[in-house]
C-alpha cells in the first residue's frame, strides 16, 4: 500500500541516514520485468522529488511566518520586560511601607514580650546542643570498656558503631589539651577492631563470602579504614597474579649470566593477559556486591596489580631492550601489540560495571544493614555521585562518562612504553641499520664491476620494502607522534644506503687498463679506448641507469611517505577539535601520555602542517602541476636525495674520467716537450743583425692535434648512447657544466614553474632531448678537459723561450678555436693565450708596472719567460 506525501516526509523524521530512507521509500516490485521496474522507480522518484519541493516550499512558509511572529513580538517583549522592572520597584517600595506601618502597629509592650520570647528560645537551643555535646564527651570515659567488652562478644558491627560516634565527637576537644590523647585512644581502639577484623575479613575474602565482605567494608568505613580494607581485598585477590608474573621464566628476561630455556616475554605475557582478563572478569561480579563505586573499584584494583609487579614492566622492558639490541624494536611492538588489545579488553569490562552500576542504581536503592542509618545515608550519597556524573546527550539518552574522566588504570598500563616511544626515532634507525648491514653484507666486495648495477637496483627494491615497513610501526608504536623521528631515521637509513654503494662500488682506474687498443677505436681519431675503457663506459652507464631507477622509486615512497604523514595530520586535527574521541588511539591512555611527552613538539606540528594540502590548494594545481607535486614542496628525504646525488656526481666523474683518459695521456707530456725551450730563433736573430725573424711554426704541435682530433669526436661516442637515458640522469651534478645549459634542462622539464621550486626538481627523472643531453655533457667533458690543461699540465713548463711561447700561442689558439666548435669556452685558457703571445720588452714592463700576484695565470708565465 503506498503513503501519502505527507506520511513520506514525516517518516523522514525517523530516520538518521539519508539514504536508508530513499532506499525504503523507493520501493520496487520484486515480481515484474526490470525494464517495468525501472519505469516504476522512475515514477517513484518523480513524485518523491514532487513531494518534497512541495514539503520544502510549505517549511518556508511556515518558517516565514514564525520569523514573522518573531521578529514582531520581539519590541513588545522589551515594552514588557520594562514594565515588569517597574511593577517590581513599585511592589519593592510597597512592601517596605506595609512592613514599616505593621511595625509601627504593634505596641511597645508587645514587642518587648516578643523580643523577650525570641532570646529565650535561642537560649533553649543553645543549652540543648550543649548537652548533647557533654553527652557525648561523658561517653568517652566507657568508650574503651564499651568497645573492648564489644570486641570480645565479637560484635564488630557495635563496635565500629560505637567508634564512629566517638569519632564524631572528637571535635569538642579541638584546641584543647584532651584532643591528642583521646585521638590517641581512638586510633588504637580501631587498630584493635581492625586486628580483629583481619583474620576473618582474609578468610572471607578467600573464600568469596561477598556478603561477609560487603558487611565488613561497611565496618571499616565506620572507622574510615576503607582504604585498608581496599588494600586487604586487593592483595589477597591479586595474590596468584603477582605470583606468576615474579616467578615467570623467560629467555629474553632472565637476569645476566642465567640460562633460561623455553617461552620468550612476548609468548609469556599473552598468558598473563589473559588470566589477568579472567581474574578481573570474575571481580566484575563480585566487585558491585561490595562496594559502591565498581567501575572505580575494579580500575584501582588494576592499577594496584600493575604497580604490585616485581620486577616491574618496566624493569622487564628494559631487559628485554637490551637482550635483542637492534632488533629490540619489533618485540616491543608486538608486546605493545599484545597490552592494546589487553586495555580494549578492560575497556569493554569496565564499561560494562558501569552500565550495570548504573542501572541497578535506576532499578533498586543501594543495599544497606537497616542498623546503620548513617552508613546507609553515606552509600546513597555515593550513588547520587555517581548519578551526577552521568550527563545526557542531545537525544536525552543517557551516557556513561569515558574512561579518561575518571579513571586510570590504562595511564598505568601503558606508561612503561613511554621511556621506548620517546626513544622511537633511535630504536627505528637501529632497526633498520640492523636490516640493511645483513642486506649488504653478502654483496659488497663481493659482486663484479658488471654485476654492481643489478644488484644495487635489487638491493633497492628490498631497502625500500624495509622502509615501507617502518611506515606502520611509527602508528602503532607513537600513534603519529613519531613522526619527526620517523622521517630522520628513514632519511638517514637511505642515505647509508647509498653511502655504501658511493664508497664501496669500485671503479675502474684509466691509469691501469691495458695498452692494447681495442678495435672499436678505430672509429674514433684521437680516442684510443681499450676494451678495458669499454668496459668501464658500461659499467658506469649502467650504475647511473640503476642511480636513475632509485630515484624514481625514491620519489614514489616520498609520496607514499606524504601521504601516510597527510593521514596522521588529518587525525591530529580532529583531536584538536574533540579531544574525547581522539581517532589515533585506542584505549585513549597511550595517546593521552604521548600528547604531553616530548614527542609532541612544534616541529611535529610544523611538519604535519607542511604535509597537509588543503583541498583548495589541490584545486588550483592544474594536471601538469599535479604531475610534480613531489618537486613543489621541500622533499621529506633531503639528505638521502643528496647522497644519491653524490653517488650519480661519483659515477659521472668515473665516466668522464674514462672517457678523457686519452686525451689526458696525450697531455702528459705536453709540459716536458723541448720546443718550449728551443735556441734556434736566438741565433738566427744575431745573423741578421738583430732583426728578429720568427722560427716558430704557426701549426699547431702534434700533440694539440690529436687532442683536439679527439674532442672533435667525443659528439660520435655520444652518438652510439644516444638511446640511454642514464646520461640524462642528475644533469646538476655534473662536473663543471655549463650553468646555462643546466637552466635550458630545468626549463625542459618544469618549463611553467616558477624558479623558487625549479631547484627541487632538477634530478627530476624526465626523459630530455638527447640533443640537449649531449651539449651538456660535451660542454662539462670540454671544461673538465681544460682545467687539467690550465691547473695542471701548463703550469708544468719549466721554461719558456721567444720561439716556445709563439708555439704554444699557436696550440693554444688552435685549441680555442677548436673548442668552440663543441660550445665550450674558457677564460683562463683565453688569458694563458694572451700573456704567452706578449714578447719579452712588454712583458718586463707590465711586470714592472702592473704585476699582480694574484694573478696565477700571469705569475706563471713571467716565471716560465724570465720576467721575474
Keep these: 500500500m503506498s503513503l501519502s506525501a505527507t506520511e513520506v516526509l514525516d517518516a523522514l523524521e525517523d530516520y538518521d541516514d539519508l539514504a536508508a530512507w530513499i532506499n525504503d521509500t523507493l520501493t520496487v516490485s ?78 511597645d509592650s508587645t514587642a518587648s514580650a516578643l523580643e523577650q520570647l525570641k532570646r529565650l528560645d535561642t537560649i533553649k537551643r543553645h543549652m540543648e546542643a550543649a548537652r548533647e555535646v557533654l553527652r557525648e564527651a561523658e561517653s568517652w570515659s566507657t568508650l574503651e570498656l564499651e568497645v573492648t567488652s564489644l570486641l570480645g562478644e565479637r ?190 579488553g578492560v575497556s569493554k569490562l569496565i564499561k560494562q560495571i558501569q552500565h550495570s552500576s548504573v542501572s541497578q542504581d535506576a532499578v533498586d536503592p543501594p543495599v544497606v544493614p537497616p542498623q546503620r542509618s548513617h552508613a546507609r545515608r553515606r552509600s546513597m ?112 637509513f637511505l642515505k647509508s644506503f647509498i653511502d655504501m654503494w658511493t664508497a664501496d662500488v669500485t671503479f675502474a682506474s684509466s691509469g691501469t687498463h691495458p695498452t692494447v687498443q681495442d678495435a672499436a677505436s678505430e672509429d674514433f681519431s684521437g680516442l684510443d679506448y681499450t676494451t ?47 579531544p574525547i574521541a581522539f581517532p589515533i588511539a585506542s584505549p585513549g591512555g597511550s595517546a593521552q601520555i604521548l600528547e604531553h611527552s616530548s614527542l609532541n613538539s612544534a616541529d611535529l606540528h610544523s611538519l604535519l602542517d607542511s604535509v597537509d594540502i588543503e583541498p583548495s590548494q589541490s584545486r588550483e594545481s592544474g594536471s601538469r602541476r599535479q604531475g610534480f607535486s613531489s618537486a613543489l614542496s621541500e622533499p621529506l628525504l633531503p639528505d638521502a636525495r643528496s647522497a644519491l646525488s653524490d653517488f650519480a656526481k661519483v659515477c659521472q666523474t668515473s665516466l668522464q674520467s674514462t672517457i678523457l683518459s686519452p686525451l689526458r695521456q696525450h697531455l702528459a707530456s705536453y709540459a716536458s ?10 741565433s738566427r736573430s744575431s745573423a741578421f743583425n738583430e732583426v728578429q725573424v720568427p722560427t716558430f711554426s704557426l701549426s699547431p704541435s702534434e700533440i694539440i692535434q690529436r687532442v683536439t682530433e679527439g674532442l672533435l669526436n667525443l659528439p660520435r661516442l655520444f652518438e652510439v648512447y644516444a638511446d640511454d637515458d642514464a646520461l640524462s640522469f642528475s644533469l646538476h651534478t655534473l662536473p663543471h657544466a655549463d650553468s646555462e645549459i643546466l637552466k635550458s634542462t630545468s626549463d625542459a622539464i618544469l618549463p611553467d614553474l616558477p624558479t623558487h621550486s625549479r631547484r627541487h626538481s632538477v634530478t627530476k627523472a624526465v626523459a630530455l632531448d638527447p640533443e640537449l643531453v649531449s651539449t651538456a655533457w660535451l660542454s662539462s667533458l670540454g671544461q673538465t678537459l681544460l682545467l687539467y690543461l690550465t691547473s695542471e699540465v701548463l703550469p708544468g713548463i719549466n721554461k719558456l723561450n721567444a720561439g716556445g711561447a709563439a708555439q704554444l700561442a699557436s696550440d693554444l689558439g688552435y685549441l680555442s678555436n677548436v673548442i668552440r666548435v663543441i660550445n665550450v669556452e674558457s677564460g683562463e685558457l683565453e688569458q694563458w693565450k694572451e700573456f704567452v703571445e706578449l714578447s719579452d720588452d712588454v712583458g718586463k714592463v707590465k711586470v714592472d708596472t702592473q704585476f699582480d700576484s694574484e694573478n696565477r695565470v700571469f705569475s706563471h708565465v713571467s716565471r716560465m719567460r724570465g720576467w721575474l
Design 30 to 107: 520484486d515480481g515484474e520485468q526490470s525494464f517495468e521496474s525501472l519505469l516504476e522507480l522512475e515514477q517513484q522518484m518523480s513524485q518523491l522529488i514532487a513531494s518534497l519541493d512541495v514539503g520544502c516550499e510549505d517549511t518556508s512558509s511556515q518558517l516565514e511566518r514564525v520569523i514573522d511572529i518573531v521578529s514582531k513580538g520581539i519590541p513588545r517583549l522589551t515594552y514588557d520586560l520594562h514594565f515588569i522592572k517597574d511593577s517590581a520597584s513599585s511592589f519593592q517600595r510597597s512592601l517596605a511601607n506595609v512592613l514599616a506601618r505593621s511595625r509601627q502597629a504593634i505596641p
Design 155 to 344: 560484635k564488630y558491627a557495635k563496635a565500629a558503631l560505637r567508634l564512629s560516634e566517638a569519632s564524631k565527637s572528637m571535635v569538642v576537644f579541638q584546641n584543647t589539651p584532651e584532643y591528642d590523647p583521646r585521638r590517641m585512644l581512638l586510633v588504637n581502639l580501631q587498630n584493635q577492631l581492625e586486628a580483629s577484623l583481619s583474620s576473618a575479613l582474609v578468610a572471607a575474602i578467600n573464600e568469596q563470602d561477598l556478603e561477609t565482605c560487603r558487611d565488613y567494608f561497611f565496618i571499616f568505613s565506620d572507622i574510615q579504614r576503607e582504604l585498608e580494607f581496599r588494600n586487604y581485598y586487593y592483595g589477597s585477590r591479586k595474590a596468584m597474579l603477582t605470583s606468576m608474573w615474579n616467578e615467570a621464566e623467560a629467555s629474553d628476561i632472565a637476569p645476566e649470566g642465567s640460562i633460561v630455556t623455553g617461552q620468550t616475554f612476548s609468548e609469556f605475557l599473552p598468558k598473563f593477559y589473559a588470566s589477568l582478563l579472567v581474574l578481573l572478569n570474575q571481580e566484575c561480579h563480585s566487585i558491585p556486591l561490595i562496594f559502591p563505586d565498581p567501575a572505580q573499584t575494579l580500575s584501582a584494583f588494576l592499577s594496584s596489580i600493575l604497580a604490585s609487579l616485581q620486577p616491574t614492566f618496566s624493569q622487564r622492558l628494559a631487559s628485554l631492550s637490551s637482550y635483542y639490541g637492534d632488533i629490540a624494536l619489533e618485540e616491543l611492538i608486538a608486546i605493545f601489540r599484545v597490552t592494546a588489545d589487553f586495555a580494549v
Design 381 to 492: 550519597r555515593m550513588s547520587i555521585s555517581l548519578r551526577s556524573s552521568i550527563h545526557r546527550s542531545a537525544s536525552g539518552i543517557e551516557k556513561v562518562p569515558s574512561l579518561d574522566d575518571s579513571l586510570g588504570w590504562d595511564q598505568e598500563l601503558f606508561h612503561p612504553f613511554l621511556e621506548f616511544q620517546v626513544e622511537y626515532g633511535s630504536l627505528e634507525r637501529r632497526l633498520l641499520d640492523h636490516k640493511l648491514q645483513k642486506m649488504m653484507s653478502s654483496d659488497l666486495h663481493k659482486v663484479p664491476g658488471s654485476d654492481q648495477a643489478r644488484v644495487f637496483r635489487e638491493r633497492a627494491v628490498d631497502i625500500f620494502s624495509v622502509a615501507e615497513e617502518s611506515l606502520t610501526r611509527y602508528t602503532e608504536f607513537t600513534h603519529g607522534y613519531g613522526s619527526l623521528a620517523l622521517l630522520r631515521a628513514l632519511d638517514g
Design 532 to 578: 678495458q675503457d669499454w668496459q668501464n663506459i658500461q659499467t658506469t652507464l649502467h650504475l647511473l641507469g640503476s642511480a636513475r631507477r632509485v630515484f624514481e622509486r625514491m620519489a614514489a615512497f616520498e609520496i607514499k611517505l606524504r601521504s601516510n604523514l597527510t593521514q596522521t595530520s588529518n587525525k591530529f586535527r580532529l583531536h584538536c577539535g574533540d
Design 673 to 682: 716537450s723541448p720546443i718550449w725551450f728551443s735556441s734556434s730563433g736566438e
